[in-house]
């Protein structure tokens, strides 16, 4: 069974989003995801200051098996990328929850009541 | 609804990740392919590949039928044991499926269908038997399995759970095959390593399964058998050809005899063919992506497009085969569209690796 913390939000195209104190957004892909694509070897991030949509195809990932976009969960602003998950893919493998994406300001906090949480991300991603 | 192999319970018992492939719900890997694709490169794995086709041809004419029916010329096969690879031609020269084919005695051929294309096969050749008016006899082996065991260590291994095949079939020679009791021992495979297809009933291979786990032969999955074929420069059926692609464009030229004076189905169409694209690997020279099927190979010359592309855990870095314009020489710089981006790839001469080393030059990093 792959792990679904409950402190985090989801999206059905299988991101997790956390809500930091100061109000910005961490982004990653979730376990069950990682598990899916299987050993991933590449990672493209957004630029930091890109402004994006909701579900806007922002990232890439790709395993050995296949490639993923990533979409930005809500409409806001890149404010940090993880390069060292772009250094290093399979850290992604090894904790998706530990290896995020990259980070985003909301413009709209309201977009933050649209993701679901653990429980209906459990039945989302059955 | 997918069929299932005899041995899907004790992938399940393993935690493998099944995917339909062809039809059948087959493991793609248990854990890390990578770490699969290592285990054969470096030491030991098995793959259950029962979803492919055992097909005997029998009778005192069988040498006659296959020399018709198949592109490579079965007179290479003279000595019992023997086995080649081989294409099934149409008309046009378009590939209906690959094969390996085991001369077993003058009286018996042994051919391994792939799963998707067998029953189209069977329906082919039963109706070149009755053109022919051969009297040939066809049996479909579905009450076998087959176990691939691939690696440096898969004969150390092997025989050490079937000492008492060793002795008869201990010193098979590469593209081999001999039967002992209820074991069809093959040194073949489609990893580019030593290695056996074991042919037998569903329960005898059961049996070896899990003596051959205990003996920790790694458990793998077709995403590991994918990476390793690709790695070793082998063609699939259905990505490098089908019946739209002749085997002089899949790289496959010198598996069809063209020289004897034999008639094969296809021969006419492959004499008549002035081939405009050639079969070659790709080496990722930059960061940006993974090589995939379809993408668009630009070169000087015209645009090519690629066959299989992966991410190769021996080279650390994306290969792919490729079909472009035959005037692309090896070592020639082309250009990949991946996404919205170009990347700059390397043509080279597959195999890209085989027998635990790798045989193209580095991406200078």
């Known amino acids: 069974m792959s792990q679904i913390p409950n402190n985090l939000k989801y999206t059905k195209t299988h991101e997790w989003v956390?809500?930091?104190?100061?109000?910005?957004?961490?982004?990653?892909?979730?376990?069950?995801?990682?598990?899916?694509?299987?050993?991933?070897?590449?990672?493209?991030?957004?630029?930091?200051?890109r402004t994006l949509a909701q579900d806007e195809a922002c990232a890439v990932v790709e395993s050995v098996k296949a490639a993923s976009d990533i979409y930005a969960p809500v409409t806001g602003t890149v404010v940090e990328a993880n390069g060292?998950?772009?250094?290093?893919?399979?850290?992604?493998?090894?904790?998706?929850?530990?290896?995020?994406?990259?980070?985003?300001k909301p413009t709209n906090a309201a977009n933050l009541d649209s993701l679901l949480d653990a429980d209906a991300y459990a039945q989302e991603s059955a | 609804m997918l069929k299932k192999t005899f041995l899907n319970a004790e992938h399940n018992v393993l935690g493998a990740r099944m995917v339909d492939f062809g039809g059948w719900e087959m493991p793609v890997n248990y854990g890390s392919q990578v770490d699969e694709h290592h285990a054969v490169r470096r030491?030991?794995?098995?793959?259950?590949?029962?979803?492919?086709?055992?097909?005997?041809?029998?009778?005192?004419?069988?040498?006659?039928?296959?020399?018709?029916?198949?592109?490579?010329?079965?007179?290479?096969?003279?000595?019992?044991g023997r086995a080649f690879y081989t294409c099934f031609l149409n008309e046009r020269g378009g590939v209906i499926d690959d094969?390996?084919?085991?001369?077993?005695?003058?009286?018996?051929?042994?051919?391994?269908?792939?799963?998707?294309?067998?029953?189209?096969?069977?329906?082919?050749?039963?109706?070149?038997?009755?053109?022919?008016?051969?009297?040939?006899?066809?049996?479909?082996?579905?009450?076998?399995?087959?176990?691939?065991?691939?690696?440096?260590n898969a004969a150390t291994l092997l025989w050490k759970v079937l000492?008492?095949?060793?002795?008869?079939?201990?010193?098979?020679?590469?593209?081999?095959?001999?039967?002992?009791?209820?074991?069809?021992?093959?040194?073949?495979?489609?990893?580019?390593?030593?290695?056996?297809?074991?042919?037998?009933?569903?329960?005898?291979?059961?049996?070896?399964?899990?003596?051959?786990?205990e003996a920790r032969v790694k458990p793998c999955g077709l995403g590991a058998r994918d990476t390793l074929r690709l790695e070793a420069g082998m063609a699939l059926y259905g990505q490098e050809m089908d019946e739209a692609v002749t085997p002089l464009e899949a790289g496959l030229g010198w598996t069809v005899d063209l020289k004897s004076k034999r008639d094969f189905i296809g021969k006419e169409?492959?004499?008549?063919?002035?081939?405009?694209?050639?079969?070659?690997?790709?080496?990722?020279?930059?960061?940006?992506?993974?090589?995939?099927?379809?993408?668009?190979?630009?070169?000087?010359?015209?645009?090519?497009?690629?066959?299989?592309?992966?991410?190769?855990?021996?080279?650390?870095?994306?290969?792919?085969?490729?079909?472009?314009?035959?005037a692309v020489e090896d070592g020639a710089t082309v250009e990949v569209s991946v996404r919205n981006k170009r990347l700059a790839a390397r043509v080279v001469k597959p195999p890209f690796a085989r027998h635990g080393k790798i045989l193209v030059e580095p991406v200078k990093s």
């Open chain 2, 163 to 213: 000492p008492e095949v060793k002795e008869n079939a201990g010193a098979l020679a590469p593209f081999h095959a001999i039967i002992d009791g209820d074991y069809f021992i093959a040194r073949t495979g489609y990893t580019g390593e030593d290695g056996f297809e074991i042919i037998a009933p569903h329960e005898t291979i059961k049996t070896l399964w899990q003596d051959l786990l």
């Open chain 2, 99 to 152: 094969m390996i084919v085991y001369f077993l005695d003058d009286f018996l051929f042994r051919v391994v269908l792939n799963a998707g294309t067998a029953d189209k096969d069977i329906a082919l050749l039963e109706a070149l038997r009755t053109r022919q008016e051969s009297e040939v006899t066809f049996e479909r082996r579905d009450d076998l399995g087959i176990l691939a065991v691939q690696g440096p």
């Open chain 2, 43 to 80: 030491d030991a794995g098995m793959f259950d590949v029962s979803h492919m086709v055992v097909f005997d041809v029998r009778g005192k004419d069988a040498r006659t039928f296959l020399r018709y029916a198949l592109a490579n010329n079965i007179d290479k096969l003279q000595d019992v």
């Open chain 1, 18 to 49: 956390r809500v930091e104190k100061d109000g910005t957004i961490t982004v990653g892909i979730t376990d069950h995801a990682q598990e899916a694509l299987g050993d991933l070897v590449f990672v493209e991030l957004p630029e930091t200051g």
């Open chain 1, 84 to 104: 060292a998950v772009a250094d290093a893919p399979e850290t992604i493998n090894r904790d998706a929850y530990e290896a995020w994406l990259f980070k985003m």
């Open chain 2, 269 to 326: 169409a492959l004499l008549a063919q002035k081939p405009i694209r050639r079969f070659v690997g790709l080496l990722l020279l930059e960061a940006g992506g993974v090589l995939r099927a379809h993408q668009i190979v630009h070169t000087k010359y015209g645009d090519g497009e690629i066959t299989s592309g992966t991410f190769s855990p021996t080279l650390n870095q994306s290969i792919a085969l490729a079909r472009v314009p035959s």
